[in-house]
């Protein structure tokens, strides 16, 4: 399932205007919580999804160390341009365009996956989560942060705002979505305004 076409168009645009790098100054110290809970091992696969600029695709290769990898997939091509070339002379690093709907990846491909301020704009959240279950390994973790959720109550006029679709659900509705999705919770906290869930793979 690709992505929303004018969401892709979007987040183009913003990387050619350099917004990309505003999302990593201003997401970064909110997800640094959620990074460093990620219970990465040295060699360990990661998957970031909807990588952006590939900042915490770079955060999470650094953590696993010798023999790790980090892969960031995003939708728009300008974003997996600039998260390459801010890459440049590091190993174990790829980006890729590509849709949360249909991951290019093998069964168990990583011990883990990350997801920062992108999910809720999938076209279909639970064709998503179904794809990630797939590709992390039986043991392995899925963590994503969001600052779109129903108690946050200015992120509500988001999808207005920027003009594309984009699902809305509760903090208790991420967990139950998660968890239908075969991920057990394993921690859910805030970060100043992101919510955070880590989930185990069953
Ligand atoms: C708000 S940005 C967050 C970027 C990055 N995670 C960060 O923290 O800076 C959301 C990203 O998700 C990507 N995206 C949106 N829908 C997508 C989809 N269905 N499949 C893959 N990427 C998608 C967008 O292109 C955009 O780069």
């Known amino acids: 399932m690709p992505a929303y076409p004018q969401t892709s168009a979007l987040f183009d645009d913003w990387a050619r205007q350099g917004r990309?790098?505003?999302?990593?100054?201003?997401?970064?110290?909110?997800?640094?919580?959620?990074?460093?809970?990620?219970?990465?091992?040295?060699?360990?696969?990661i998957l970031d999804l909807g990588c952006g600029n590939g900042w915490a695709t770079r955060w999470l290769r650094a953590a696993a160390g010798e023999g790790g990898s980090a892969v960031g997939l995003d939708a728009a091509p300008e974003m997996i341009t600039r998260a390459t070339e801010a890459s440049t002379g590091l190993h174990g690093l790829d980006f890729r365009v590509g849709a949360f709907?249909?991951?290019?990846?093998?069964?168990?491909?990583?011990?883990?996956?990350?997801?920062?301020?992108?999910?809720?704009?999938?076209?279909?959240?639970?064709?998503?989560?179904?794809?990630?279950?797939?590709?992390?390994?039986?043991?392995?973790?899925?963590?994503?942060?969001?600052?779109?959720?129903?108690?946050?109550?200015?992120?509500?006029?988001?999808?207005a705002m920027m003009g594309i679709p984009m699902e809305l659900l509760s903090a208790d509705g991420w967990q139950a979505r998660l968890e239908g999705s075969g991920f057990a919770i394993e921690a859910r906290f805030f970060s100043d305004v992101s919510l955070i869930l880590r989930g185990r793979r069953t």
């Open 20 to 45: 990309a790098e505003g999302m990593e100054a201003g997401h970064q110290p909110r997800a640094l919580a959620g990074l460093e809970q990620v219970p990465v091992a040295l060699g360990d696969a």
């Open 101 to 159: 709907g249909t991951l290019p990846w093998d069964d168990g491909s990583f011990q883990h996956a990350w997801s920062f301020e992108a999910l809720y704009y999938a076209p279909d959240l639970d064709v998503a989560l179904a794809e990630i279950h797939r590709v992390v390994t039986p043991g392995g973790t899925l963590t994503i942060g969001t600052d779109f959720y129903e108690e946050h109550e200015e992120s509500r006029g988001w999808p």
